[in-house]
């Protein structure tokens, strides 16, 4: 099973983009994407952006990552 996370771009450098997910900073590869810019949501896998992705549907998915990381810690 793959699993794909949302991700906000807060930098870019080249083919290599610094994204937030959740708080976490990481970086990520977007060379196959074309037009990523600063502020744009795209999907995450094993570290390659595979696709840009709707900054509402990406809130909404990041606020189910958020319960279900809380009910975890119940």
């Given at each position: 099973?793959?699993?794909?996370?949302?991700?906000?771009?807060?930098?870019?450098?080249?083919?290599?983009?610094?994204v937030?997910?959740?708080?976490?900073?990481?970086s990520?590869?977007?060379?196959?994407?074309?037009?990523?810019?600063?502020?744009?949501?795209?999907?995450?896998?094993?570290?390659?952006?595979?696709?840009?992705?709707?900054?509402?549907?990406?809130?909404?998915?990041?606020?189910?990552?958020?319960?279900?990381?809380?009910?975890m810690?119940?």
């Amino acid at each position: 099973m793959c699993l794909a996370v949302p991700a906000k771009v807060t930098a870019i450098n080249g083919p290599v983009a610094e994204v937030d997910v959740l708080g976490n900073r990481t970086s990520a590869d977007i060379s196959v994407i074309e037009n990523v810019r600063v502020g744009d949501y795209v999907l995450i896998h094993a570290g390659l952006a595979i696709q840009k992705y709707d900054e509402a549907e990406a809130l909404e998915t990041l606020a189910l990552f958020r319960e279900l990381a809380e009910a975890m810690d119940e």
